[in-house]
């Protein structure tokens, strides 16, 4: 069965940079982790990468959240150096959720990464409903949220949503 690892936005700006968080930090040695088991096993790994532009606070989220972040070609827009993208794919998302995921044939889906109350969750929820009879899961190890409230309940949707939550 071929199996997919999807990295959410483990970017410098959801890491230490401008939406950063201590938690956020914590989980970087479990994703470089649970990528090279991926890679050990020769399975898919695709990173999603938040992008957007200099007109940011113009748009619908910037009115939402005014923090500037992941601006394309900038270092916090960058996936972080110590996690290996070498030979997988990367997906510029101009926002929370991928729309383009029916393109792909997965089988079985894993999601980690950053925030499991903002584009996990909301990656996961596009996955389950456009492939509702594959595996989805999140690994909670390797995610963390904007807040650890928020964070956990955005588990529990997932997991009432028939995401499996490791």
Excluded at 83 to 101: M, R
Aim: glycine share 6%.
């Amino acid at each position: 069965m071929k199996k997919t690892l999807i990295v959410i936005d483990m970017q410098n700006d959801f890491i230490d940079g401008s939406l950063g968080t201590k938690e956020a930090e914590a989980i970087v040695e479990n994703v470089q982790a649970k990528i090279q088991e991926y890679k050990n096993r020769g399975d898919e790994i695709i990173f999603t990468r938040d992008t957007h532009h200099e007109d940011y606070m113009d748009t619908n989220e910037g009115k939402h959240l005014p923090v500037i972040h992941c601006i394309e070609g900038t270092d916090g827009w960058q996936i972080r150096q110590e996690l290996d993208t070498e030979g997988a794919e990367i997906i510029n998302k101009p926002s929370f959720g991928y729309t383009g995921w029916d393109k792909y044939s997965f089988e079985e889906v894993e999601l980690i990464g950053l925030c499991t109350d903002i584009c996990v969750v909301s990656n996961a929820l596009i996955l389950k409903a456009l492939f509702p009879e594959i595996k989805v899961s999140v690994d909670s190890s390797c995610c963390a949220g904007v807040t650890p409230d928020s964070h956990e309940a955005a588990l529990k949707t997932m997991q009432m949503c028939q995401v499996e939550i490791i």
